[in-house]
């Protein structure tokens, strides 16, 4: 069984990009190369001013390329949801958003004919209680009342019975990270350029401009799009109280009968399905991260949850869920934009976040520039998240501290102390010990260990390390390899 995504295992990795070597000075720097990042990029493939897109690992290794891969508006009950909180305009002024970001990458993959397993599929949201049958009613009237053309269903194609569902047409499933090499290899030129193995570590303001450093460079530039999923940067702007971190296990497993659709209930736990040619795949367990550290206890459950145990491919992932459900996109200060907050649905965001930004870096009008706008006000629901959010972030410190899960590791790994510090050593199935310092170097919380993966997690802000402390996801951008 592998702990990697199918996407990681199945893509050409031939196209690699050098990391930077020289100070270099852009009209427009972009940090992250996930799906906003890349459509970003690509969205100013044409354009004049001299563009450079820096990734700190590699292109789509973030969560772009751990997620489902589904392209869709009906995301469980979010009109629902956005109707209650903003009214029935905004709802729909988010389904307008997300139709147009299909359209968008279907045009993309039409006109410049990528090859990222790109296939129109049907949305199917339903529910196996009863007790939810008018929580689906309700989603289905809104969708419907958009003009949409929404189908009952008392089963999915695959025969599962269900209490009550509909599905939606034209839809896509893709494969991510075929989709966001290819956009960058289409978008590359003399004047755009990209550079993997790239962190920023600081961002300077200098008058009008910014001076971003690498490691061992500077990047001077007159704006800056942050599309890093998880914007460590931010600290002074209380970014880790107004959201939190939702982690998700998903596994794939080969089945003889493959079908065109991809399903998700609207209760939990959560049972979201596609099939990726012989392969289906399942989501389920999902937890915000302060109450996920245990990641052979969500498998478990996401075992009993869905009657499946044999799998090829076993993974986690994590997105950032605002207080109320809306995205946040826009200017944090001036010529300082950032995407992120897509909770769980960022394919589309994403997409849509790139023709956002393009305008607002063109000082050109944008009909969902307000929708998304990250300092649009308080609301109902913020106010009623907002503690809920500060309690959690607290817990997870405080129980990273603690270390409860520390008696289901059988002594592996052991937790001990090296002149004076805090350090965890693994021995790997060929006896080899593996020492890290077991504190994230992002806001110091203790990092669990992810059994599943062989990772290391830090249970707070979702930095991941190798099993050699090497940084592979999350805002850290600092290693805890032990010297
Ligand atoms: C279980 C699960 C299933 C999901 N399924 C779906 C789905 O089916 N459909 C859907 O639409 N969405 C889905 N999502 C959501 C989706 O995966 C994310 O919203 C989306 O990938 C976020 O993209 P991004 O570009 O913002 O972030 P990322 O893909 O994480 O990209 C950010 C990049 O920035 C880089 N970076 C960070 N810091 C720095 C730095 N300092 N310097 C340089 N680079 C840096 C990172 O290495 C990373 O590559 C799912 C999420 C989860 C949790």
């Not at 999915?156 to 269900?162: A, D, Y």
């Not at 075992?303 to 986690?316: K, M």
């Not at 002594?411 to 994230?440: L, M, Q, S």
Request: glycine letters at 4%.
């Amino acid at each position: 069984m592998k702990n990697i995504s199918i996407w990681q295992d199945t893509v050409n990795d031939n196209n690699k990009y050098d990391e930077l070597n020289e100070n270099i000075d852009v009209d427009i720097l972009i940090i992250g190369g996930g799906i906003t990042g890349c459509s970003t990029f690509y969205q100013f493939k044409d354009d004049n001013r001299k563009i450079a897109l820096v990734e700190k690992n590699r292109l789509g290794s973030g969560s772009s390329s751990r997620s489902s891969a589904k392209i869709t508006f009906l995301q469980e009950d979010i009109y629902t949801k956005l109707n209650n909180i903003f009214g029935r305009e905004k709802a729909y002024l988010y389904y307008r958003g997300e139709k147009e970001a299909l359209k968008i990458i279907s045009d993309i993959v039409k006109n410049e004919k990528i090859d990222c397993d790109f296939k129109t599929s049907k949305s199917y949201l339903y529910t196996l209680d009863s007790s939810n049958i008018k929580k689906i009613e309700k989603e289905r009237d809104i969708v419907a009342s958009f003009g949409e053309k929404t189908t009952p269903i008392k089963k999915l194609p695959n025969n599962i019975k269900v209490e009550s569902g509909f599905y939606v047409n034209n839809t896509y499933t893709f494969h991510p990270l075929k989709y966001i090499k290819e956009i960058i290899r289409k978008s590359i030129s003399l004047n755009h350029r990209v550079y993997e193995n790239t962190k920023v570590i600081k961002i300077e303001k200098e008058g009008n401009s910014f001076k971003c450093y690498t490691e061992t460079n500077i990047i001077k530039t007159k704006k800056i799009v942050l599309a890093l999923h998880y914007p460590y940067f931010l600290l002074p702007y209380l970014m880790p109280l107004k959201c939190y971190l939702e982690k998700s296990f998903l596994v794939c497993s080969n089945v003889k009968k493959s079908y065109d659709f991809n399903a998700i209930n609207i209760e939990k736990p959560l049972k979201s399905i596609r099939y990726y040619n012989d392969y289906l795949l399942t989501v389920s367990s999902s937890a915000n991260l302060a109450f996920a550290s245990n990641s052979k206890k969500m498998v478990d459950d996401l075992e009993n949850n869905t009657n499946i145990t044999n799998y090829d491919y076993v993974w986690s992932n994590y997105d950032l869920m605002t207080l109320d459900h809306l995205p946040l996109i826009g200017y944090i200060d001036d010529n300082l934009i950032l995407s992120t907050g897509y909770n769980t649905w960022g394919n589309s965001n994403g997409i849509l976040a790139s023709t956002i930004i393009k305008d607002l870096i063109n000082n050109k009008y944008n009909i969902y520039k307000e929708l998304f706008d990250i300092r649009r006000a308080f609301n109902k629901q913020k106010l009623i998240n907002y503690p809920l959010n500060i309690f959690s972030n607290l817990y997870s410190f405080i129980d990273s501290k603690i270390n409860k899960n520390k008696s289901f590791y059988n002594g592996n790994p052991r937790f001990t102390r090296i002149d004076g510090k805090a350090v965890a050593i693994y021995k790997d199935e060929k006896g080899r010990e593996h020492i890290i310092y077991n504190k994230c170097p992002h806001l110091c919380c203790s990092l669990v260990f992810n059994e599943i993966e062989k990772t290391w997690d830090c249970p707070c802000h979702g930095s991941r390390f190798d099993l050699d402390g090497k940084c592979i996801m999350g805002p850290s951008n600092y290693d805890i390899s032990y010297k």
